[in-house]
Each structure stands twice: as structure tokens, then as C-alpha cells.
């Protein structure tokens, strides 16, 4: 009997569940990108904004049918024209990031009485509306910071739909197991999307910067139909398929309260990582541009690294922490190093191509990976946790209070940015440093429990 192709007997080994949880995996790994995709965009159009929207015009040949009434900012793009475009770039992240914030406290509720499928699918094509909007000024030759502030409010309150639904589902497929090295493999979505969004985005900046921001929303649009067409939230809807009965569990309200005693000094870290992520976020490619000297083009390529460092970072972070059982320690060492990196990145990053290069992958991997192994496995441990068995879909709150609970620092940290860079980059380092080390303090109590677990004593339960 002639043997089967190792192709084929690779194929068939993996057993019916197991390709349903691979391709969830992929499935809700591509609807995040696309999230994170549509974001970028306005941190290239920041980052060109010296050469494109606020420029000096006195040097730039006018129409000659065109009546003008200032010779140095004609040819600029209202209302980025003034002096102060920097800080209404900083309106503009704000808009977005305090609408997120809001929103994600609210969201969780949201997808726990709401079938996943319908509410992400939703979010994703709205959060492509808007998405196409803000690019629409451009070709309606839209001038008023309102309507672009309003676009991003809603846009903010839309992609609040994507994290809680997002984990809830991989949670809902994968066991605790190795829950931290798949997260950390799974949770590079948040930095491919900053790669891709950043490339998008640099291709038509320079032409015509309104399909910057359109092409990235028509790709999330795009998604969502694909993700209401082929997402299954959990197995349960297959089990029922299958006609399988499921097992009913009883919840456990008193340790659901000791539960939260343990994890609030993690939830204070949780508003100061994110912080440090966005403001890399929003603001790399112009510190890049601005100090480093590259062109833009450069820079915004070259602001990839750090996403590329962070897939790395996340996918170590959830390895060590899954072998050594400790989340809060993996993440307060590795933002102990990320302290004096941030500082050398400030002092010698600028000193040629390669040192660029490596110090935005190591500030990348030691900034990103504690956020990631905090959003996604810690995320999913708390919302599967055997006290909350009755209700599997309190992932999807816990999930949000976590990431709404990161969404105020993610709101301060590129605000704080906006109004400290005219002082000087330097005074922003500090910033994120102090960050860094306040995180490193707040998580400091979980980090003695676990060192002390791992000495063999054990934690006197309360109640």
C-alpha cells in the first residue's frame, strides 16, 4: 500500500478542534491588524507635516489666477497652517484616545450581551466609515479641525469594539496551558498593523494624503464582512452543532472578590504601559524625522523597528513568563532594562544607521513586551478564572476594564508628548522613563508574591 504524502499525514495528525482554534488564530490575528492598520495613519501625515501641510510657502511657485493673502502659509492645509499645528495634531490623538478610553469601559458590557460575531464584524466596518471620512476632507477639501475631531471621537468609540471581542474568542479556543507564548506569538497583530499602516500610509502621503487614511479604511471595512462571513466566537457554538450538551458550572462569588484584591496594584501598572507604547505610537516618526535627521521617508520605515522589536519582546515575554510562572515579574525586569535603554536611546540612538536600528528593536522588545503580556494572557487568565466559570463571556469585560483601565495612559502619554516636545525630546524621555519606573513600583507587591510562591511559601487567603 503506497504511504500517504508527509503533507497530507501532516494535515490529517492535527485532530478537527485543533484547525478550527488555527484558524480562529489567524482569523482574529488579521482583524486586529486591520485595527491597528487604520490607526497609523496620523502619525505618517504628522510626521510629513513639516514638508506637506505646514510649510513655508514663499518659496513655492502659486498659480497665477490665485489670490493670496499670505505669501509664507498659501499652500498650506488649513487649519495645520498655524503655528500651533503641533498641538492640534495633539487635539486630534486626544480626540481619538480619551473617546477609546471612555468607550472600552462600556465596550465589555456591550460584547457580553451581544453575539461576538455581530458586534466585532460591526465595529470593524464602522471604524472603516470613519476611517474613510477623516481621508475624505482631503478630496472635499474639508478645513475645519471640528469635523476631523468629531471623525475621531467616533472612530476612538468604534475601535473599542476590537480588543474585548478579540481576546474573548482566543480565550474562549485555547486552554491556560501555554496561553502566554501563544498571546505573546498572537498579540504581534498590534505591531504588524503598525508596520503595514505606517507603509500604507507613507505610499500616498506625499501625493495625496487623503488615501492615507482611505485605503487603511477600506481594508478594515473589508475585514469585518469577512469576519461576519467565517468568525465562530467559541467552541461551544460548535459543540452545538455537533450536538454536544455542555457542562453547566456554578460560579464562585467570594473568590471572585479575592480575585480582585490580588490584581489591583497590576491594574494601576496597567494605565502607565500603554502610555509609553502610544506615545511611541504617535510620536516616533516625527522624533526620527526631527532629531535623527532622516528624511521622512526614512523615518517612517525606520519607525517600524519598534514594532518589529515588539513582536519579539511580546512572543519572549509570554514564553518566560508560561515556563517561569510569573507574569509580574517577566514584566517588571524587563521594564527594569527598559529604563536605561530609553535613556541610551535618547544619548547615542541618533549615532548612525546601525545604532538606530538596534536600539529601536530593543526599546521595542522591552516597552511592548510587558504591554502585551499584560493585554492579552493576563487579560485572559483574569476573565477565565474558575470563579467566573458561569459566565464565559465576562472575558469580554474584563478584557475591556483592562484595556480601558491602559486607554487613560494611552490618552496622557501622547498628550504629555504634544506639550513637553517643544521643551525639547529630552524632557520626553524623562517622561517615559519616570513612567517606566512608576510601573516597575505599582508592580513591585504582585512580583513579592510570586518570588515568594516560588520560595515555597503560600498566600494566606482572606475571608
Known amino acids: 500500500m503506497r504511504s500517504l504524502a508527509p503533507g497530507i499525514k501532516l494535515i490529517t495528525s492535527f485532530s478537527r478542534d485543533s484547525w478550527y482554534r488555527f484558524f480562529i488564530l489567524i482569523l482574529t490575528f488579521v482583524f486586529y491588524t486591520t485595527y491597528h492598520l487604520s490607526r497609523k495613519p496620523i502619525s505618517i501625515c504628522k510626521m510629513l507635516n513639516d514638508k506637506f501641510l505646514h510649510r513655508n510657502c514663499s518659496n513655492v511657485i502659486h498659480p497665477a489666477d490665485l489670490n493670496i493673502t499670505d505669501n509664507d502659509t498659501w499652500c498650506d492645509w488649513a487649519p495645520f497652517d498655524k ?106 497583530h498590534t505591531s504588524v498593523g503598525n508596520i503595514l499602516g505606517s507603509l500604507i500610509a507613507g505610499v500616498y502621503v506625499s501625493s495625496s494624503w487623503g488615501l492615507s487614511f482611505i485605503v487603511p479604511g477600506i481594508i478594515i471595512a473589508s475585514a469585518g464582512v469577512i469576519c461576519f462571513l467565517f468568525l465562530v466566537e467559541s467552541k461551544s457554538h460548535m459543540l452545538d452543532i455537533w450536538g454536544i450538551c455542555l457542562f453547566v458550572h456554578a460560579g464562585c462569588l467570594q473568590r471572585q472578590e479575592q480575585k480582585g484584591n490580588r490584581n489591583k496594584d497590576g491594574n494601576c501598572c496597567i494605565q502607565l504601559l500603554p502610555g509609553s507604547s502610544y506615545t511611541f505610537l504617535y510620536w516616533l516618526p516625527l522624533y526620527i524625522a526631527n532629531v535623527a535627521h532622516f528624511d521622512p521617508k526614512e523615518a517612517g520605515d525606520l519607525s517600524t523597528l519598534f514594532d518589529v522589536g515588539g513582536i519579539v519582546g511580546g512572543i519572549l515575554a509570554g514564553l518566560i513568563s508560561d515556563y517561569s510562572g510569573g507574569r509580574a515579574t517577566t514584566c517588571c525586569a524587563m521594564l527594569i532594562i527598559a529604563a536605561p535603554m530609553l535613556f541610551l536611546y535618547n544619548k547615542i540612538g541618533q549615532n548612525g544607521l546601525p545604532t538606530t536600528i538596534g536600539m529601536l528593536l530593543w526599546c521595542g522588545a522591552l516597552v511592548n513586551g510587558p504591554y502585551a503580556l499584560i493585554t492579552t494572557a493576563v487579560s485572559a487568565d483574569l476573565g477565565t478564572h474558575e470563579c467566573l466559570r458561569g459566565n464565559s463571556r465576562a472575558l469580554s469585560t474584563v478584557t475591556a476594564i483592562i484595556d480601558g483601565t491602559g486607554s487613560i495612559g494611552a490618552a496622557i502619554g501622547p498628550l504629555l508628548a504634544g506639550l513637553i516636545s517643544p521643551t525639547g525630546w529630552n524632557n520626553v524621555f524623562y517622561m517615559l522613563i519616570a513612567a517606566d519606573v512608576l510601573a516597575c513600583l505599582l508592580l513591585s507587591r504582585l512580583v513579592y508574591k510570586e518570588v515568594r510562591g516560588w520560595c515555597g511559601y503560600t498566600t494566606r487567603q482572606r475571608g
Not at 98 to 117: C, Q
Not at 142 to 164: D, E, K, M, R
Open 83 to 188: 503655528n500651533n499645528y503641533q498641538n492640534l495634531f495633539g487635539v486630534l490623538d486626544n480626540c481619538f484616545l480619551v473617546a477609546y478610553a471612555i468607550g472600552m469601559f462600556f465596550s465589555g458590557m456591550f460584547g457580553e450581551r451581544l453575539p461576538l460575531r455581530y458586534y466585532l464584524s460591526s465595529g470593524m466596518i464602522l471604524s472603516g466609515l470613519f476611517t474613510v471620512l477623516f481621508g475624505l476632507g482631503f478630496y472635499w477639501q474639508i478645513h475645519s479641525l471640528w469635523y476631523y475631531c468629531l471623525v475621531q471621537a467616533l472612530n476612538g468609540l468604534v475601535q473599542t469594539t476590537g480588543w474585548p471581542a478579540v481576546v474573548a474568542c482566543v480565550g474562549n479556543w485555547f486552554g491556560k496551558g501555554k496561553r502566554g507564548f501563544i498571546m505573546g506569538i498572537w498579540n504581534s
